[in-house]
């Protein structure tokens, strides 16, 4: 399996920014995605460290997989 790679919220927000996720509020250091497909919201929450750690990671690549095909997240996220 490819390494995961090291990155920041910032980063993150930045991936998901190109499947049409957008900004829809934050909280403290939480920044939550949404987008509406096929009238069903979809939302998720990012941290916004300079650094995440790599459990945090798999766990917002999870949590993505079930609006994102996971093959196109590869592309992003692993080494």
Do not use: C
Not at 29 to 52: M, Y
């Amino acid at each position: 399996m490819p390494k995961l790679k090291r990155l920041s919220g910032d980063e993150v927000v930045k991936i998901f920014r190109q499947f049409n996720f957008d900004v829809y509020s934050q909280k403290g250091s939480h920044i939550k995605l949404k987008r509406i497909s096929n009238s069903q919201n979809q939302t998720l929450v990012i941290p916004n460290h300079k650094e995440i750690d790599t459990g945090t990671l798999r766990a917002i690549i999870r949590q993505a997989s079930r609006y994102i095909n996971l093959t196109e997240l590869e592309n992003f996220f692993y080494s």
